[in-house]
Every structure is written in C-alpha cells, then in structure tokens.
C-alpha cells in the first residue's frame, strides 16, 4: 500500500478504482475528480448531503463509463439476503407494515476519538443521523420497494450539543 500527500498525486498513478470513504460534505467533490480521470469507484453511503453536482457526477460517470457503487453494504448481510429471497418467492405472504427500529449510541462508536468532532456530529462535514444512518432506508427500499407512506419525528433530542439532528 502506497500513500500519497493529494488525490491528484494518487489520480496521476492512473488507479482502476477507488474508494470514496471521507466526511459526506465532501463526497461530490471527490466523486467528480475521481470520475474525471476515468476510475471506477466505491463511494461511501451517503452520496451527498447537497443535491448540487448530482447531476455532473452522474454525467461523468456516464461519459467515462464507469462503474460505480454505494456504500450500502447491508444488501450483502447473510440475514437480509435471506429474507430478499424469501421476499421474492412470497414465502411470507402479503405484508401489510413494516418496522425497522435502529439506536446506536454516538459517543460509542469511536472511543478513541471525541465524537463531537466525527463528522457525523457536525453539519460543515454532512453530518446527522438522517445522512449517516441511512442504511435502514437502503436495505428496507431494496427489500421492500418504495414506501407509500413515511412517518418520522426527530430533531437534536440528546444530551450532547450539536448542530446536527441526533435522533430521527
């Protein structure tokens, strides 16, 4: 493993692919440098945490033809791929609601770190827990389909001050 001081130092190497894994505000940014010298990539859930170059990234990546993938790797969890396929030979028969409970306690997720300055926990880095714990949203949608209905609550409703919601 080679390390470089820039991404343009590591995109003058003409890498095959890379992987997209720092704070979300910066995501597109990467993203579209990275699709411009033509690499496939892995860009970590979630895409953004503005809808602007949306588009350019997808025209891009187009263009070049790349390949490209979302960090959801929930879809590859031995359990919820076993449910896909009993989903998809109607093994449950018709559902009628879903509910998928997730909670995960911030301070624990790094304790080496101080959790207040992981950009999940601030909004300059794209942080809050609707962009950062997205991943229930990707894997019920895979398995599910899109929601004719959605209901939630949330907002900043701990006890740890941030500028993001913590709880949704």
Known sequence: VRSFSTLEKALDEKP?????????????D???QVARAGCHFLLEKPL???FEKVDELNATVRQHKLITMMGYQMRFHPCLRWIKE??????FGRLLNLRI???????????????????????????GVILTE???IDYATWLFGKPLRVHAVGGNLGSFPMDVEDTA
């Open 16 to 28: 095959d692919c890379a992987v997209i894994a720092n704070p979300t505000h910066y995501h597109l």
């Open 30 to 32: 990467v993203a579209l």
């Open 48 to 50: 953004a945490d503005t």
């Open 86 to 91: 009993r989903l998809e030979e109607n093994a």
């Open 101 to 127: 409970k997730k909670a995960s306690y911030l301070p624990a997720w790094h304790p080496y770190e101080d959790f207040r300055q992981l950009y999940a926990s601030r909004k300059e880095l794209g942080g």
């Open 134 to 136: 997205s991943h229930e």
